[in-house]
């Protein structure tokens, strides 16, 4: 526990705290940095803004060559994205997401969850783009038994990167009154904060992730008492990164809220359209004691079964 | 019973090990926003380009030309007209008027040439067409939507909306037939007449009935023709 509360004040150092680490201490092997780079609301924008605001940035092109970049200097890059890829330029509206799917898979994402704006063709036709995709969508809230995309989603992944465990679990927004119901038919939602402390506990307690990630599109704040990523993070309990979409929010640094276990929870998204990557670099360090109650904690587990 | 609660008691603690038991401990954490304007990635575009030149064929195609630019506006605006009247052609007469919304239509179009392109920026939706029953008390509450909001773009009705009347046609009569798209049929954008109506489809997105409107003529000239009027300062 001594080491979460170190988290916690190091959060607010940040890169001080980092730039304090220097390369001989990351040469000890208890020392391992994951760094999490994400998008969301990409919204079909392949090619680079052409005008207005944003003129000049964004384009998936551009994107491959920033994200290259970085996994020529960083060991540990897991890429993900919180949602709405389709809608928003007539990519879309022609190819229906094929194009959108396959960048992407060349980019090597490693998961993505899915925004309201990705049943615009109905689930039939994300269906149809599936098989252009090579990561896998998460998402742990929403019920596809009844539906044609029965099956082909996973609540959650564990990535193991350098010997670190990463979880990650998908959540989504409410259909009913953002999307038809002829496009999402027997799509069922399920409340969010109840299918997330459902999913964080397992990865955190049972998994034993190391770092517990919600990719979510909720969107971060309302003034209404609606579910956003900041009502998520402070109603759950194993939550240590929430990566948002769906309100287009420019957040310049992610917002630090507490969860019910008053634990710290960093709220991060990255505006739309592909305009930026967040990138968020984890710092951790091995904690030894833990050896012998990880094999206790197995002990534990045959000794329930049998009770 | 002793031995039972020792059990208990042991795995209560193991298990509070346990809950703090992961390997390894976040100490530290970085942040950054990085904004996306390198050097292309030569193999992406090399995988970008067969779809571009197809979809740029399309897209530049010219398939009108307009007088003078259509911008949206309230409380009435040549876009919203344009939008409104060509719907109502497509309809055939199976609808009395039509009502979109504002924040629906996502772009201008400049004055000149009209390419497949600005239809696209204008409605990147694929919302349809679709024809709603509304009685009188439920057209009523459309009227004072559009009064509340300043005026929407409407077709097929003039309104004079004064500060606790408003003046319009087919009172008297007890289903008017409502022209709109299956998005604003379905509640959006606050539109709650028309929830859990039956919704009537003609069949056509309304993106590809603008641009069959604009194939089929050579030149547009679209007029404010003061259907929307607000007395009193509305």
Redesign the interface.
């Given at each position: 526990?001594g080491?979460?509360r170190?988290?916690i004040k190091?959060?607010s150092?940040?890169?001080i705290?980092?730039s304090l680490?220097s390369d001989s201490v990351f040469a000890n092997e208890n020392i391992?940095k994951i760094t999490i780079l994400h998008t969301n609301d990409m919204h079909s924008h392949?090619?680079?803004f052409k005008s207005g605001k944003y003129k000049?940035?964004?384009?998936?092109?551009?994107?491959?060559?920033?994200i290259?970049?970085i996994r020529k200097k960083e060991k540990n890059v897991l890429l993900l994205d919180a949602g709405d890829i389709f809608?928003?330029?007539?990519?879309f509206?022609?190819?229906g997401g094929e194009?959108e799917f396959?960048?992407m898979s060349?980019?090597n994402y490693d998961a993505a969850t899915l925004g309201n704006h990705d049943f615009?063709?109905g689930i039939d036709g994300l269906e149809r783009q599936l098989k252009h995709a090579s990561f896998p969508f998460l998402i742990a809230n929403y019920d596809f038994k009844n539906t044609i995309l029965k099956n082909r989603f996973n609540p959650y992944k564990v990535f193991y990167k350098d010997?670190?465990?990463i979880g990650v679990f998908g959540i989504g927004i409410e259909l009913e009154?953002l999307v038809?119901?002829e496009l999402y038919k027997e799509t069922v939602y399920n409340d969010p904060i109840i299918s997330s402390n459902y999913y964080s506990y397992k990865l955190?307690?049972e998994l034993?992730?190391?770092?517990v990630i919600c990719l979510s599109h909720l969107g971060y704040e309302y003034k209404s008492k609606k579910i956003s990523d900041t009502v998520l993070a402070q109603q759950t309990r194993d939550i240590?990164l929430i990566i948002g979409g769906h309100t287009h929010t420019f957040?310049?640094?992610?917002k630090i809220t507490t969860n019910l276990r008053n634990e710290k929870v960093?709220i991060?998204q990255?505006g739309f359209g592909?305009?930026?990557?967040?990138?968020?670099?984890?710092?951790?360090?091995?904690?030894k004691r833990?050896?012998n109650?990880?094999k206790?904690?197995i002990?534990?587990k045959k000794?329930?079964k049998t009770? | 019973m002793k031995s039972i609660f020792k059990?208990l008691l042991s795995?209560f603690l193991?298990?509070f090990?346990?809950?703090?038991?992961?390997?390894?401990?976040?100490?530290?954490?970085?942040?950054?926003?990085?904004?996306?304007?390198?050097?292309?990635?030569?193999?992406?575009?090399d995988?970008?380009l067969p779809?571009?030149t197809?979809?740029d064929k399309?897209?530049n195609q010219i398939i009108c030309y307009t007088k003078s630019e259509l911008k949206k506006g309230k409380p009435e605006s040549k876009l919203g007209n344009f939008v409104c009247d060509l719907s109502l052609l497509k309809a055939d007469g199976m609808a009395d008027i039509c009502i979109f919304n504002n924040g629906g239509l996502r772009n201008i179009i400049a004055s000149g040439n009209i390419t497949v392109?600005d239809i696209?920026k204008v409605m990147?939706?694929?919302n349809e067409l679709v024809i709603l029953d509304l009685n009188t008390k439920e057209y009523y509450d459309l009227l004072k939507y559009v009064a509340n909001s300043g005026g929407e773009p409407i077709g097929g009705v003039n309104i004079i909306a004064k500060k606790d009347t408003i003046i319009t046609a087919f009172n008297s009569k007890e289903i008017i037939r409502v022209l709109t798209t299956?998005?604003l049929a379905?509640?959006g954008d606050n539109m709650k007449f028309f929830i859990n109506k039956e919704q009537k489809k003609i069949g056509i997105k309304l993106?590809d009935a603008i641009i069959n409107y604009c194939i089929e003529k050579d030149t547009i000239d679209i007029k404010i023709d003061n259907r929307l009027i607000f007395e009193n300062g509305e």
């Open positions: 526990m080491n979460r170190n988290f190091n959060v150092l940040g890169t705290g980092l680490i391992k392949i090619e680079p000049g940035l964004g384009g998936m092109a551009q994107r491959a060559s920033l290259s970049e809608q928003g330029t007539p990519y509206n022609y190819y194009l396959k960048l060349k980019m615009d063709n010997g670190i465990r009154g038809s119901k955190k307690h034993n992730c190391d770092l240590d957040l310049k640094k992610p960093i991060n990255v592909g305009i930026n990557i967040g990138k968020i670099d984890f710092i951790f360090k091995q904690n833990d050896f109650v990880k206790s904690s002990f534990v000794k329930k009770t | 059990l795995q193991l298990l090990l346990f809950s703090c038991s992961n390997e390894y401990q976040i100490v530290s954490n970085e942040y950054k926003v990085i904004e996306v304007k390198n050097e292309q990635d030569s193999t992406i575009i995988i970008i779809y571009k197809q979809l399309e897209m392109r696209y990147p939706f694929e299956d998005y379905n509640g993106r």
